[in-house]
Structures are given as C-alpha cells and as structure tokens.
C-alpha cells in the first residue's frame, strides 16, 4: 500500500552534515518526498510530537534535543519531510535502525551515526513514524495539507523510474 510517513532530520545530524546523506539513502529505498521544510520546534509542537513518552525520565532532556537545544547555532532546528512510497512507513524504519544506536544494524542511519551522549541523551540521526495511524497524527502536526504534494500518480504508475515524472518539470 501506498503510505505517508514523518521524517525529521534532527539536530545532531544537520550539526554534521548528514542531510544529503539522508535524503539520499531513503531515495534509494524508493521512496519520495512530497513535503519539505525548515522548523525552528516550538515547544508545544515538541511537546503534542513526543506526548506518548511524557512520563519518561529522559522526556525533558529530548524536548531540548529536538528543540535544537543541545546542538548550537547552525542546527536550532530541523529538517521535516512526508515521504511517501509503497510501505513507506516501515521502509524508512529499516533505513533508520532500531532507537538505540548500539542495537541499530551498523549499516542502518543510526548504527552508523547515531551516539549516546555522556549526558545520556540518545542523539539517533533522525525521526521516523512508528505506524501508518501515527505517521498520519505527526503529519498533521508538522505539515499543513496544502505544503503536501500530489505525487501519487507518479509513484503507483512509475514505480522503477529513478525521478517521479512531475519532478522533471514535463507536463
Ligand atoms: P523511535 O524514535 O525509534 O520511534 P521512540 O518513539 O520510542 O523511538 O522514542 C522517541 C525518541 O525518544 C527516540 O528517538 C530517542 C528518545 N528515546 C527513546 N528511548 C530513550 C531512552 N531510553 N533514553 C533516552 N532517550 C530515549
Ligand atoms: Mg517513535
């Protein structure tokens, strides 16, 4: 099936400049973006995006992370994307790894480049929706419905093609 799914480029990884290594292994997983931008994260966007771990020990330390808190200047917020493809949700979960970066599969985003700082907080490269259900809630959070574009065409019908028909800029 066709699906939508949330991914945010976090701090830690806009502070090393991981973004076009990113975008380009979830292009490779055929995947395709139909929604981009900058955030500055307010704090009530923190807070409704991370409500299901509120009670957590470590909730405050990652309002702060992904607020931009932690990483400085260049990184005070992050990067938002809908990707959207064939199992698009569990797709860029596998590209992503498993939450802690010593579980994740070394080759995946965040056994590569995730860390856990000496403060504890989990730095994991970025965020990817858990389910169809929540990747739908987090992209009403993060995007508005006009911000998202129309590739479906393109995608069901152009499934081998290495760039979406509408993004060559044809008619
Ligand atoms: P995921 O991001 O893989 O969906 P999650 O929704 O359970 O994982 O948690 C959201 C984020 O919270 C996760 O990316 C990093 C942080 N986190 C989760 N478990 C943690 C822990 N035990 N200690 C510190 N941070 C944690
Ligand atoms: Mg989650």
């Known amino acids: 099936m066709i699906e939508n799914t949330l ?82 949700v569990q797709k860029v979960r596998d590209v992503a790894g498993a939450t802690h970066p010593e579980q994740a599969d070394p080759k995946s985003l965040r056994g590569a480049y995730g860390r856990i700082t000496t403060k504890g907080v989990m730095e994991n490269v970025i965020h990817a929706s858990s389910d169809p259900a929540e990747a739908q809630r ?8 006009e911000e998202i574009v129309d590739l479906e065409p393109a995608v069901a019908g152009n499934a081998s093609r290495s760039v979406p028909r509408k ?5």
């Open 138 to 145: 987090e992209i009403g959070l993060w995007f508005a419905p």
């Open 7 to 88: 991914v945010l480029i976090k701090p830690d990884a806009l502070q090393r400049n991981l973004t076009g290594h990113v975008v380009f292994r979830l292009a490779q997983a055929g995947l395709y973006i139909v929604g981009a931008k900058v955030v500055q994260v307010s704090d009530a966007l923190a807070h409704e995006h991370y409500k299901h771990l509120r009670n957590k020990p470590f909730f405050p330390e990652l309002i702060r992370y992904i607020k931009g808190e932690l990483h400085g200047k260049l990184s005070s917020g992050v990067l938002a994307f809908v990707y959207r493809g064939e199992n698009a």
């Open 167 to 171: 993004a060559k800029g044809g008619l």
